[in-house]
Structures are given as C-alpha cells and as structure tokens.
C-alpha cells in the first residue's frame, strides 16, 4: 500500500463520457443470457477493446489475476475496499495492494509484478485520485504499461469525467463506468461480465 506522504498513488486513469446521452440500451456482446444488466451503446463500443485485451491475455496467460485495482491512499478503506468486495462477491480475482503486498517487500517492485500478473487494470478515479493527479502523484510507469494494450478501464466515483479532465486529459481520454449512473454493485457485475472469459474462449485460435 502506499504511505500517505509518498509521491504515488496505486496507479491512474481517466475516462471520456462513457455515452449516458445515447439511447437504446441493450446487453453487451460479452454479457452471459442470464444476464439483467444493461449499457449503453456508448459504453458497448467504449469498453470493447478492454474486453479484447483481457480474452487475449486469458489465452496467453490464463492463470493471471482479472484485475488491477489502483486507486489513491486516502481510498484505501473506504471506496476501495467496497469495489474489491464487490468484485470478489462476483468472482472476479483482484490484485489489491493492501492485501497483496507484505510488509517490508519494495512497493514498486510488487506494483510491477501485479501489472504483470493481471489481465485488466481498473483505477478508481475519485476527489481524493484527482488530489495527487494535481500533486504529480501517479507512476508513470503504471499508467503507460496499461494504457499501451488498452487494459485501462475508470472508474469515477464521487467526481465527474469533466473535472478529470481539467486535471488529466490523458486520463480522461479512456472510457470507463461512472457510479453517478449505475451503483457500485452494478458496476462491479459490469466489470466481472466483461473479464469473465469462458473455456471456450480459450480455446480459440
């Protein structure tokens, strides 16, 4: 986890609209026929190319974890650890650095090996993310090697698509999911339907 004075938050992201304005919402390509959850077509089109990486990583790799969950210090207990449950009660795996890095190990050598280890990458996009965005507060590293293969997926919780893009219009630039539109929960079975690869999908050339 990081210390409070530190100068990194767990990693960033931002996201442009993720189309609320559209009309028309359906089931995703990705979503199981059980599904009940809806997006819009803008989030469709939006979250398509994560959707693909993360297959495409599942093939590779298959015993990575679904997700890298960045996200600022001050969140570490609260919004945080709510989608970490979430996601869990859904089956996703998360790499979380509260519960996966020991005390003593070098923290941005295990940020590394996280990256690494994960198909997607989520950054919760919060008041208190877009505090250390003003402060130079992301690692760099983390943010490139993520939004080089499209494994960048936002979240914003508590802020707007509109003040992350005052602060970081690099961020901003990627479409994410937004709990001014959906709740938390429903956000949490979005992101599980879209990592969730079948064997089947695995399979495949």
């Not at 250390?132 to 499209?150: F, H, I, N, T, Y």
């Not at 005052?166 to 949490?188: F, I, Q, Y």
Request: aromatic letters at 4%; a negative charge.
């Amino acid at each position: 986890m990081t210390p409070p004075n530190s100068s990194h938050t767990n990693c960033g992201g931002g996201a442009t609209s993720s189309g609320s304005s559209s009309s028309g919402k359906m089931r995703a390509p990705w979503s199981p026929s059980t599904s009940s959850v809806i997006y819009t077509p803008g989030e469709v089109k939006g979250l398509a190319p994560v959707r693909d990486a993360a297959v495409l990583r599942a093939r590779q790799q298959p015993d990575l974890r679904d997700v890298f969950l960045c996200h600022a210090w001050d969140d570490r207990r609260g919004a945080a650890t709510e989608l970490c449950d979430l996601l869990e009660a859904e089956g996703v795996s998360v790499w979380l650095s509260e519960k996966d890095i020991a005390l003593g190990l070098p923290f941005m050598r295990e940020i590394d090996r996280g990256l690494a280890r994960s198909r997607t990458g989520l950054v919760l996009v919060t008041p208190a993310l877009l505090t250390r965005l003003k402060r130079g507060g992301v690692s760099d590293k983390e943010l490139s090697e993520l939004l080089a293969r499209d494994l960048l997926l936002p979240v914003i919780h508590e802020t707007t698509y509109s003040e992350l893009r005052d602060v970081s219009p690099l961020l901003a630039s990627r479409n994410g999911l937004d709990t001014a539109e959906d709740s938390m929960a429903v956000v949490a079975i979005k992101i599980a339907e879209l990592v969730a690869v079948e064997d089947d999908q695995l399979a495949a050339n």
